[in-house]
């Protein structure tokens, strides 16, 4: 047992910290958790955001909860009958719901015309320019819009609300809304948590068996950053972390890349035996501290989320460097290669490498003009695929309602409105429908004001808009387009709104808390990327004290770095909340393979016996990292696949450069060179 004293340690720490995870982790999928300011534990009333604060006075004001969105389709139209009569009996049964406060929709909305006259629908109410976000032009199409009762969870109302359609099929119903994407996004941390580290670590055991063949390696290359991530996981929870769709990435990024540390060991020790402590011990330090550094970068950024992150997974790579150290060594040390069942890699021609150095230098020429065409932001329904259910209603809002986001505008008064102010909130209305990016604006002007305010104590539909004698609310639809320039368009309306000076307005959206993410986004970017490939140069200088082999070493690093955004704009992918950690990951992870082959070719000082050394344990661990991230691409989010397909694209191309270019511009550090292609064969075997 006092030999594996390290090994107990380990187990114990990971089974009391995973009892900590399991009872104190918590979850939030919401978008908040980006927002500059926002920390775990404290309410949405304590942070200190002016969009916030304004969205929350008007919610509370008019004592919203979130609201929800059906969507509802019809073969034909809505002005048949027989759909009236299921409608009126849908939008019945819905307000009988506990948790719904009200229901807007074209059968209780106040026009000036009434088209619905208990039985059908009037053709006409598609001309009505204050029906546009409520009934297509076409009449096929309908929404309800559900204002549930405030609570900290509406997901069992959205239960409700779910269960009710089910009996309405036959109208393709969709529900679209912000606790709609938490829903959807909760389940995907859940899943992230659970399902896909569970897949990556048989695809990285494929992977890892197929170069070693030996099983107990393969595995304990996999469970020792397993128990890292529980005792992670654990501690945070302790301090009060939460899980979001940021800092649930942990798990995956440790699996992956801790797994290859493991497996360096492994390799060592059927080189070195029992010094392999001692040999193995500065590469694969500095892979982790390098791969550290990348995730430390997020240190810098001011989204609370990106420093939980870095903070989570270099912790977590630095206990499973300890824990290689010290139980892998009570695990490994008299293991044996098996060399009848091993690939290792020799050295013959250089036309791979220099055909791959004249690509690069060819695409950077051409990157200059590349990059500025990436666009920027963060768009939560843009996580979803567009045959999901979130795709699909985002699609019909868009292109049969011009609908993305509503933006309220509070108007208040310190005295009573009258009947003259009801032409001067039309004025209003008139100056808002005509800002730029704005589709529609619904306010019930048929009746004048004070009137209005007494009917709301009767008629729902109406305090959607009416808090009180002194205080109402406009809703402005805006497209899409304007929803990503969110903050112009705030922008737009309070120049709309200056000379209404008898009013005090509050505009309130939650496009404009979106923007202010999305305002971070690039800054944030450049911050972690550029703190990252510095730190990292310096820790290459201080591991290797030579300038030009530091230089040399960092050179496939600054070009992943670089092909990141070239394979972003090929893609199409936004630069967004989960793209934009990508770059400094990369540099930390692509980083090692420069460092494993320069600390052997300075033992060695022959660059084709280096290659030999470490050219499959290195082609296997970037093979791992890919088959290991790729599957998170088998997420519904692109969120997780876009972040998945760069991190494959970055480490292909990583290895690559190291493996093949990288020894061509390292043979002139060296004195005896046999550099070139790289071929792969069977130890003792012919040549494959």
């Not at 009434?114 to 009505?128: L, S, V, W």
């Not at 076409?138 to 089910?166: F, H, W």
């Not at 030999?612 to 890919?626: F, K, S």
């Amino acid at each position: 047992m006092k030999r594996y004293r390290a090994t107990v340690l380990f187990l114990l720490l990971s089974l009391i910290f995973g009892a900590f995870a399991f009872f104190k982790g918590k979850i939030n999928a919401d978008y908040i958790v980006f927002l500059p300011g926002y920390e775990p534990g404290l309410t949405i009333q304590q942070i200190d955001n002016e969009d916030l604060r304004a969205l929350l006075r008007v919610s509370e004001r008019f004592s919203d909860g979130t609201q929800v969105v059906l969507i509802l389709q019809s073969e034909d139209t809505f002005f048949r009958e027989e759909d009236v009569s299921e409608l009126v009996k849908l939008q019945e049964e819905l307000l009988k719901l506990e948790g719904l406060k009200t229901v807007l929709s074209v059968l209780n909305y106040t026009f000036r015309t009434p088209y619905f006259n208990g039985r059908t629908i009037d053709e006409r109410i598609t001309k009505d320019p204050e029906a546009k976000s409520l009934i297509s032009e076409d009449g096929k199409y309908i929404l309800l819009n559900c204002m549930l009762q405030p609570t900290e969870d509406a997901r069992p109302i959205l239960r409700r609300i779910e269960s009710v359609l089910k009996n309405y099929q036959k109208y393709s119903p969709l529900v679209f809304g912000q606790i709609v994407i938490n829903d959807s996004l909760f389940s995907e941390i859940i899943k992230q948590i659970l399902v896909y580290p569970a897949l990556m670590f048989l695809a990285i055991l494929v992977v890892f068996w197929l170069q070693t063949r030996s099983l107990k390696a393969s595995l304990l290359s996999l469970f020792i950053p397993l128990l890292a991530t529980v005792i992670v996981y654990g501690f945070s929870a302790l301090l009060g972390v939460e899980l979001n769709v940021m800092t649930v990435m942990c798990v995956s990024f440790l699996l992956v890349i801790g797994s290859a540390y493991g497996l360096h060991f492994y390799n060592g020790v059927v080189r070195f035996g029992k010094d392999v402590r001692k040999k193995m011990f500065r590469p694969i330090f500095f892979s982790m501290f390098t791969t550290a550094i990348g995730f430390l970068s997020f240190l810098f950024v001011k989204i609370t989320a990106f420093r939980q992150l870095g903070l989570m997974v270099s912790s977590g790579l630095g206990l499973i460097f300890l824990m290689i150290f010290t139980a892998g060594y009570e695990l490994y040390y008299n293991e044996k290669k098996q060399y009848s069942n091993t690939f290792t890699f020799k050295l013959k021609n250089q036309v791979i490498g220099k055909i791959l150095i004249f690509a690069v230098l060819l695409v950077a020429v051409m990157t200059p003009f590349l990059l500025p065409r990436i666009q920027i932001g963060m768009d939560q329904a843009s996580y979803f695929s567009k045959n999901s259910e979130i795709g699909r209603a985002m699609k019909i809002l868009t292109e049969q309602f011009s609908y993305r986001e509503p933006v309220y505008i509070m108007i208040e008064k310190e005295s009573f409105f009258t009947v003259k102010d009801s032409e001067r909130i039309r004025q209003i209305l008139q100056r808002i429908d005509a800002v730029e990016g704005v589709t529609s604006v619904q306010f019930p002007i048929s009746y004048p004001i004070p009137t209005l305010a007494m009917l709301s104590r009767v008629q729902p539909a109406i305090s959607y808009f009416i808090a009180d004698g002194k205080t109402v609310r406009i809703v402005a639809n805006i497209t899409d387009d304007a929803y990503r320039q969110a903050g112009k368009v705030k922008e737009r309306m309070n120049d709309a709104l200056k000379e209404f000076t008898e009013y005090r307005f509050t505009l309130a959206s939650t496009s404009f808390i979106v923007d202010q993410i999305n305002s971070q986004i690039l800054k944030s970017q450049l911050q972690s990327l550029f703190t990252s490939l510095i730190l990292i140069f310096l820790a290459i200088l201080i591991a290797f004290r030579n300038m030009s082999l530091s230089v040399t070493v960092a050179v496939p690093v600054f070009l992943t770095a670089l092909f990141n955004f070239v394979f972003m704009y090929l893609m199409k992918l936004r630069l967004d909340i989960a793209t934009s950690i990508v770059a400094s990951i990369l540099v930390g992870l692509v980083v090692d393979y420069s460092i494993h082959l320069a600390h052997d070719l300075r033992l060695t000082r022959d660059i084709s016996k280096t290659i030999t050394n470490i050219g499959m344990p290195v082609l296997t661990n970037a093979l791992g990292l890919i088959a290991g991230f790729s599957l998170m691409s088998l997420s519904k989010l692109a969120l997780f696949r876009d972040v998945s397909l760069l991190l494959a694209l970055g480490i292909a191309f990583g290895v690559s450069f190291t493996i093949f270019s990288e020894p061509l511009i390292m043979q002139r550090l060296v004195k005896r060179v046999e550099a070139g292609q790289v071929l792969v064969k069977r130890e003792g075997g012919n040549k494959e």
